[in-house]
């Protein structure tokens, strides 16, 4: 089976359609990536096939919650080789992303794909994620949605992704089966956290049948000046 069959068979698996010049696009990136990784260790080397699901498809399980999301768009928080933000930015040209990676060739390798795939309406922004980092000051309390893939635990991750999330935002976590552990931990260590689980949506990978778990936390309104509702 030759990638193109791959994609539409993983998609088909999803409940996705894409046009073909955006599957295109992924077969590029798909290219770029196991080529990049011959000389640098972006992701782990695998056949076309693990790479496709575990990295492509895995982050199109998202698709359906960021289409429609408003300006700043969706801050991708350790994006690593593009997963799941580049992905998606591919799958829905018209969604604003902004690709947060602290480690230069992981923000080179990023940058070189949207060159190639002549990619509008997305940033790389080689910075780590701290509250007072003035390259990311403009998006403090600003992005409506905001995720991440294999960056950090639940608690922590919600801890420094809250001085950025919009009041009444969304922070999406992608989990496997250390999701329900994890909400336990964050519950425990965070009792005041300005945020609220409201859905768990469960699907599986395509090819393997992988249980893979997304997360859905909405940031509590606050008052002005004071304390998150």
Known sequence: MNQSELFHRGLAGLGLELAEPAIEQLRAYLAEL????????????AP?????????FDSLTLLPLVQGCPEPGLMDIGSGAGFPGLVLKIACPELPV???EPRRKRAGFMRQVIRTLKLKGVTVLESRLE????????LQNAMPIITSR?????????E???PFSAPAGRVICMKGRKAAAEIAEWQQLSPASPFRLTETIETVLPFSAVPRKLLLFTKRPSREGGLPL
């Not at 080529?35 to 260790?41: A, D, H, Q, V, Y």
């Open 34 to 45: 196991q080529k990049w990784n011959r000389r640098i260790n972006l992701v782990a080397k």
């Open 48 to 56: 076309p096939e693990t790479l496709i699901e575990i990295h492509f």
């Open 98 to 100: 902004i690709l947060v």
């Open 131 to 138: 509250r007072d980092n003035p390259a990311l000051a403009g």
């Open 150 to 158: 294999a960056f950090a635990s639940v608690h922590l991750f919600l």
């Open 160 to 162: 420094l992704a809250a």
